[in-house]
């Protein structure tokens, strides 16, 4: 895969964070949480209006089903093209514009805490319930072959693929692609499920910290901004490697001989084109380049394809790696003998194949905010299921594919592996460009989580829609992207870091903490009995009882099936530290070999 699946950008043009502001909103940031006047929302609470947005969601949908009429062809082409009119649930653009971005969700949060009374529903912000019923309709407009598409693009990047199977053989390749891509779909449903019941018109749910501050509180959503920023970090400094690399390759020239540019030099030039795209704020206008990067990665993928003719790059393995090209091509069912697999050796070298794998699934940090533009979330699972299935099916093509032709010489990514110097040049080119799109996206999202989770909150510096907080994010965003830099030059060991990356984080925001959400939200839910009501008047929710009594009644409803998300979540975590470390001791042993060197002028591969 490239280093960043670059079809995350794909996000109905633009930046995530603003896919659900209005016009006249304050900047979002994934995760943000707005107020409520004077107390704090429950658990239930949510569930009780959620549970009312989802009948309306229903009745508006078979509206709208009414209203289209059958589908056919010339109606399906002609909405793709069209600007996107809204349905009958529209609402007009000054009842929109009335909202803040924040102005109908919560700002404080307590278990099991009784509820303040409203004024009532007009005296809020003076918005009355109706318009902000009409103002959150009108942005819930996609549709679930929309978002199908938009899944597609955000979890695809498999030119990682070719490299993970040459570490663990056909068949735990074929194994564990399988069984991460089952378990990131039941995640994928996890996450539907709490969203399904948490979310609605009053209180939308709107990034993935969200669901955790709804269900176990402030220090969650605090814990979960924190480790997005520090991916999206990560992410950053893996692009600047990944490219600082695709440059060098460019400016070696088709001899291979010479040394080129600097490889530290390239990494500067780099970083400076994100350091400078990264002085956009709001990213809208890059939506035509989001997408562009989509098709950018399908043309990487054939190119890949046709180059297997050529050989593999065996110059690039031998520096990045210290494997001689005087062995056949080989493959293999099981793992590889000794040797003869570049990311280590027997059960080291299969966990840096798996980092990759659980990299290759990553992309459900996203879901709440495609989950947020839908117009019947309900349908949700079919975009998911018909996503997974076309995802999993294109990385067992690829990888086994490049995998057979390559072998024991298969790297990663997949387009510098290419032995061709023009066809490398070619894949490196639209890789640098669709990368540095993907850069400028997580340095943005990222810098914004950090300002608002430490800055803003904790520090008091201003909001940055004002003038004084413009200046700070012109000042940070350098200081921001010199660190991933730093970060990226001092480890340039590319498969390693990703693999440290995929384990740490991705495997995190994609089976432990939706396993862990599972745990809290169902026994929460399944907790509940007869006779508690919710009173939407005095805003109190009336428990028969609480503490350990209550929690236990939630699992014993269902017991098995918690059980196995607290297994699942115990795998996760084993799975996060096996994978940690064998990236780890992978990076351990390329510099004792000398394989890697820090801030060096001479090129990793």
């Known amino acids: 895969m490239t280093s960043v699946p670059p079809a995350n950008l794909a996000l109905d043009g633009g930046d995530p964070r603003k896919s659900l502001e209005t016009k006249n909103a304050p900047t979002d940031v994934v995760g943000q949480i707005t107020q409520t006047k004077g107390r704090t929302v429950s658990f239930e609470e949510y569930m009780y209006y959620g549970s009312i947005t989802r009948a309306e969601e229903v009745e508006a949908n078979a509206r709208f089903i009414a209203a289209r009429g059958p589908r056919t062809l010339k109606n399906v082409i002609k909405g793709r093209f069209s600007r996107g009119r809204v349905n009958e649930d529209s609402a007009e653009p000054r009842a929109a514009n009335s909202l803040s971005a924040g102005e109908g969700d919560e700002k404080t949060h307590h278990d099991d805490a009784p509820n303040v009374a409203e004024t009532g529903n007009s005296a809020r912000y003076g918005v009355t319930?109706?318009?902000?019923?009409?103002?959150?309709?009108?942005?819930?407009?996609?549709?679930?072959?929309?978002?199908?598409?938009?899944?597609?693009?955000?979890?695809?990047?498999?030119?990682?693929?070719?490299?993970?199977?040459?570490?663990?053989?056909?068949?735990?390749?074929?194994?564990?692609?399988?069984?991460?891509?089952?378990?990131?779909?039941?995640?994928?449903?996890?996450?539907?499920?709490?969203?399904?019941?948490?979310?609605?018109?009053?209180?939308?749910?709107?990034?993935y910290g969200d669901f955790f501050f709804r269900i176990y509180g402030t220090w969650a959503r605090h814990f979960v901004n924190v480790a997005q920023a520090l991916q999206m970090l990560l992410t950053v400094a893996v692009l600047i490697l990944s490219n600082g690399q695709s440059i060098s390759q460019i400016s070696r020239g088709s001899s291979g001989t010479s040394m080129g540019i600097c490889f530290i030099a390239c990494l500067i030039i780099f970083m400076a084109a994100g350091l400078i795209l990264g002085q956009i704020r709001t990213l809208q206008r890059l939506g035509w380049l989001a997408n562009l990067s989509v098709w950018l990665s399908i043309a990487l993928v054939i190119l890949c394809m046709a180059s297997v003719i050529y050989g593999p790059n065996?110059?690039?393995?031998?520096?990045?790696?210290?494997?001689?090209?005087?062995?056949?091509?080989?493959?293999?069912?099981?793992?590889?003998?000794?040797?003869?697999?570049?990311?280590?050796?027997?059960?080291?070298?299969?966990?840096?194949?798996?980092?990759?794998?659980?990299?290759?699934?990553?992309?459900?940090m996203l879901f709440a905010a495609l989950l947020a533009e839908m117009r019947h979330p309900l349908d949700f699972w079919k975009s998911l299921i018909i996503a997974e299935t076309l995802i999993y099916s294109l990385y067992m093509f690829f990888g086994i594919f490049m995998y057979s032709y390559q072998g024991q010489y298969s790297y990663n990514p997949a387009v510098q592996g290419i032995a061709v110097y023009g066809m490398q040049t070619a894949g490196n080119l639209m890789s640098i460009i669709s990368n540095l799109i993907a850069a400028v996206l997580y340095s943005n999202i990222g810098l914004k989580v950090v300002y608002i989770e430490v800055f803003h909150e904790l520090l008091g510096f201003p909001d940055l829609t004002t003038k004084t907080g413009k200046i700070w994010w012109a000042v940070l965003i350098p200081v921001y992207w010199v660190i991933a830099f730093i970060i990226g030059a001092a480890v340039p060991q590319f498969s390693y870091i990703v693999g440290l990356l995929g384990a740490l984080f991705i495997l995190s925001f994609t089976y432990t903490f939706p396993s862990w959400l599972a745990i809290?939200?169902?026994?929460?839910?399944?907790?509940?009995?007869?006779?508690?009501?919710?009173?939407?008047?005095?805003?109190?929710?009336?428990?028969?009882?609480?503490?350990?009594?209550?929690?236990?009644?939630?699992?014993?409803?269902?017991?098995?099936?918690?059980?196995?998300?607290?297994?699942?979540?115990?795998?996760?975590?084993?799975?996060?530290?096996?994978?940690?470390?064998?990236?780890?001791?992978?990076?351990?042993?390329?510099?004792?070999?000398?394989?890697?060197?820090?801030?060096?002028?001479t090129p990793p591969l």
């Open 314 to 364: 065996y110059a690039a393995i031998k520096t990045s790696f210290g494997m001689d090209a005087d062995m056949p091509i080989q493959t293999f069912a099981g793992t590889p003998p000794a040797g003869l697999a570049t990311g280590g050796e027997g059960f080291v070298a299969s966990l840096n194949g798996l980092n990759v794998a659980v990299y290759a699934y990553g992309g459900a």
């Open 520 to 601: 809290g939200y169902w026994i929460r839910k399944d907790a509940m009995v007869e006779g508690e009501v919710f009173d939407p008047v005095t805003g109190t929710y009336n428990y028969v009882d609480h503490g350990w009594k209550r929690l236990w009644r939630g699992f014993m409803k269902k017991p098995l099936f918690n059980a196995f998300n607290m297994f699942y979540f115990l795998g996760a975590l084993v799975t996060c530290a096996l994978g940690c470390y064998s990236s780890i001791e992978g990076l351990i042993g390329a510099f004792q070999n000398d394989i890697a060197t820090s801030l060096s002028c």
């Open 129 to 207: 319930d109706a318009q902000r019923h009409t103002a959150s309709r009108a942005l819930r407009t996609a549709s679930w072959g929309t978002i199908f598409y938009l899944i597609t693009t955000d979890i695809l990047g498999p030119m990682g693929a070719p490299w993970a199977f040459a570490q663990m053989g056909y068949g735990p390749g074929v194994a564990l692609y399988t069984v991460f891509g089952a378990m990131s779909c039941y995640s994928g449903w996890i996450l539907w499920k709490v969203f399904c019941g948490l979310d609605s018109d009053r209180f939308p749910l709107r990034g």
